[in-house]
């Protein structure tokens, strides 16, 4: 059977408000990556209209907007996020049962033109710590209530989650193959960690059962993103460590 891909499951994270710098970036990827991911600096200063640009070069848009609020509002979030055709977009498991079924829901709905976006729940942030949880009324440690959190949302129709390497063994063990898993925090090797406090290699987060690697400066910030994106790729298919053994 074929190999999928290693590209394709590079999501490039554009955390930038600067528009140009954005599409520039989007129409160099094209090809060399399976997706942007537009989060809230990027949404809050360009919109919709923002959006529809960066689609317009031609790559899949992860939606990191991570949804929080009354289930209604919420699922009026999702459909306006399908309209956009985002392929996948993120939801806080924290919001409760309810919140997700209507997120999943409203996904259903929007997906009716054959274009159904991804649901994703972020569980826990990482920059929260056990103390922190304490502090909002809610019970560690941090990986339990990850875990928690994360099966909420699969047994009320979320698709995946977002989640640290660390934890994307025991979600992956948790949650069975077909949950999406959406891993941050990847370095390739060599690459300065910058303020990521836990990361992995790409090779490695996918052998821990990440379906997709978010990855941000090690390309954005690279004097050649494209050659970066691609130095990646060649990385998961060929692990540096598997190929200094070899
Ligand atoms: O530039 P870098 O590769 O660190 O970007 C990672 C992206 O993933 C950023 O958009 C960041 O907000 C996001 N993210 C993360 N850690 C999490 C959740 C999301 O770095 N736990």
């Given amino acids: 059977m074929a190999q999928p891909d290693p590209a394709k499951r590079i999501l490039c994270a554009i955390d930038t408000p600067d528009l140009e710098a954005a599409a520039t970036l989007a129409r160099t ?31 899949p848009i992860f939606l ?48 009716r033109n054959g274009k159904r976006p991804l649901v994703v729940a972020v569980t826990v942030l990482t920059s929260l710590s056990e103390a922190d949880l304490a502090s909002v009324g809610q019970s560690g440690p941090v990986e339990a209530q990850v875990l928690r959190l994360a099966r909420l949302a699969k047994d009320n129709g979320a698709d995946g989650a977002v989640a640290s390497p660390r934890e994307a063994t025991a979600l992956r063990a948790a949650l069975g193959p077909d ?26 987060a996918l052998s821990s059962g990440a379906d997709y690697l978010v990855i941000g400066r090690p390309i954005t910030g690279a004097p050649d993103p494209r050659a970066a994106a691609r ?14 053994k070899a």
Avoid at 42 to 59: C, D, K, M, S, Y
Avoid at 97 to 108: L, Q
């Fill in 29 to 59: 990827l094209k090809g060399a990556v399976g997706g942007v991911k537009l989060g809230k600096e990027f949404f809050t200063a360009n919109g919709p209209a923002g959006v529809r640009r960066i689609a317009g070069a031609g790559l």
């Fill in 64 to 111: 990191d907007l991570k949804f929080h609020d009354i289930p209604n509002t919420v699922a009026g979030a999702v459909r306006a996020a399908g309209a956009l055709g985002c392929f996948m977009l993120t939801i806080h498991a924290s919001g409760g049962a309810a919140m997700i079924r209507a997120a999943a829901k409203a996904a259903e709905e929007a997906g």
């Fill in 179 to 204: 949950f999406t898993l959406v891993v941050p925090g990847v370095r390739p090797t060599g690459v300065a960690a910058g303020d990521q406090i836990r990361v992995t290699t790409p090779a490695d």
């Fill in 231 to 244: 130095a990646i790729t060649y990385q998961i298919a060929a692990p540096p460590r598997a190929a200094a």
